[in-house]
Every structure is written in structure tokens, then in C-alpha cells.
């Protein structure tokens, strides 16, 4: 469970940028500010 | 991140993002969430529909949630409204938490300085007006 004000657990998953298949850790951007957005799938409407 | 592959991802960039934005993609990496589990880490995966539902973090440098927001998928979000509490919360950390923002406050409105002489006196300094555009 997510609580604001509490770290946020480390993931790692396969992302596409900039036309290449990359691999992603949410700890590499430490020192940024991050939105994390999930939606429910590509080719839906909203 | 949505629970479809990469490969989805990259068809939806060619096929249908590509004609949304100028810039024929996005400027950030779109992350595949296979079996949902980083959604089921996060608590927005909906184990019914097999989908992350509309959750949206908002992190801060130290790897702190700061705010999350979540909505089921037939309502979209409002991006000024992130792009707001992303400019309010950076305010807050520059000024090591001497301010806050209050209600409706938006980049150019004041902020508050929280202490003891503020105490029973935010009427003076915020109008519910101020709450509303």
C-alpha cells in the first residue's frame, strides 16, 4: 500500500523510448521529480 | 505504464500518438507492466479487468510520494492540475518547509509561512475566493 510522505517501493520494468526497447528502475531517478502515470492500455479512448 | 508490452507500446506511438503530438512521440519512457505487478505494488491494479487503473504518483527526489491521484478509465486527467501540484510541492522543498501553498493556489499566488503567528490569523492572509480561480 502507497502512503504519501513514505518512499516509494523500487521497481524495475521494460520500457520503449525513442524507438529502442530499454529497461527502467525507478531508483535511477532519484534526485528528479517523477510522475509515475498508469492507464489502463494503449488503443483505448480516454 | 500500462500492462501492455513494449511492442504494443511502440504500435501505439507509430500508429496513433505519432498523430497526436508534433513531436511524433513522447519524452519519456513508456513502461510495460507485464501480469500487473508493479500496478499491484502501487494498489491501482484492478485484478478483474486485468488492467492499471488511472493511478498517478507524484515522486520527489528523495524517492518520497509526494501526492497521488486515482481514477477509473473512463476519465481522463488534467495535466495542468499535476503540472500545478509539481510547481507547489517544489516550492514547499526549496523553502525547506517555511512554506505552503494554500487552497487554489497556482504558480504567481501567495504562499503561506506556517509558525505561530499565523495561528488563528489565516484569515487575514487567505480569502475563499482565493480558493477558485
Given at each position: 500500500?502507497?502512503?504519501?510522505?513514505?518512499?516509494?517501493?523500487?521497481?524495475?520494468?521494460p520500457a520503449y523510448l525513442d524507438g529502442e526497447f530499454v529497461?527502467?528502475?525507478?531508483?535511477?531517478?532519484?534526485?528528479?521529480?517523477?510522475?509515475?502515470?498508469?492507464?489502463?492500455?494503449?488503443?483505448?479512448?480516454? | 505504464?500500462?500492462?501492455?508490452?513494449?511492442?504494443?507500446?511502440?504500435?501505439?506511438?507509430?500508429?496513433?500518438?505519432?498523430?497526436?503530438?508534433?513531436?511524433?512521440?513522447?519524452?519519456?519512457?513508456?513502461?510495460?507492466?507485464?501480469?500487473?505487478?508493479?500496478?499491484?505494488?502501487?494498489?491501482?491494479?484492478?485484478?478483474?479487468?486485468?488492467?492499471?487503473?488511472?493511478?498517478?504518483?507524484?515522486?520527489?527526489?528523495?524517492?518520497?510520494?509526494?501526492?497521488?491521484?486515482?481514477?477509473?478509465?473512463?476519465?481522463?486527467?488534467?495535466?495542468?492540475?499535476?503540472?500545478?501540484?509539481?510547481?507547489?510541492?517544489?516550492?514547499?522543498?526549496?523553502?525547506?518547509?517555511?512554506?505552503?501553498?494554500?487552497?487554489?493556489?497556482?504558480?504567481?499566488?501567495?504562499?503561506?509561512?506556517?509558525?505561530?503567528?499565523?495561528?488563528?490569523?489565516?484569515?487575514?492572509?487567505?480569502?475563499?475566493?482565493?480558493?477558485?480561480?
Open positions: 500500500m502507497i502512503q504519501v510522505g513514505k518512499k516509494a517501493p523500487d521497481f524495475t520494468a529497461s527502467v528502475q525507478l531508483s535511477e531517478y532519484l534526485g528528479k521529480w517523477v510522475v509515475l502515470c498508469f492507464y489502463p492500455g494503449d488503443f483505448t479512448f480516454v | 505504464m500500462s500492462t501492455d508490452s513494449v511492442f504494443v507500446h511502440k504500435m501505439w506511438v507509430d500508429h496513433e500518438l505519432s498523430k497526436m503530438v508534433s513531436a511524433k512521440t513522447v519524452p519519456f519512457p513508456m513502461l510495460s507492466d507485464g501480469g500487473g505487478n508493479v500496478g499491484k505494488i502501487f494498489g491501482v491494479y484492478d485484478e478483474d479487468a486485468g488492467v492499471d487503473v488511472r493511478g498517478r504518483f507524484l515522486i520527489d527526489p528523495d524517492g518520497i510520494v509526494q501526492a497521488y491521484e486515482m481514477l477509473t478509465p473512463p476519465v481522463g486527467r488534467n495535466v495542468s492540475e499535476t503540472l500545478r501540484q509539481i510547481q507547489a510541492y517544489q516550492i514547499v522543498r526549496e523553502s525547506e518547509g517555511t512554506q505552503a501553498t494554500p487552497s487554489g493556489w497556482k504558480p504567481g499566488k501567495e504562499v503561506l509561512k506556517p509558525g505561530p503567528d499565523l495561528v488563528g490569523k489565516v484569515w487575514k492572509e487567505w480569502k475563499v475566493t482565493m480558493a477558485f480561480d
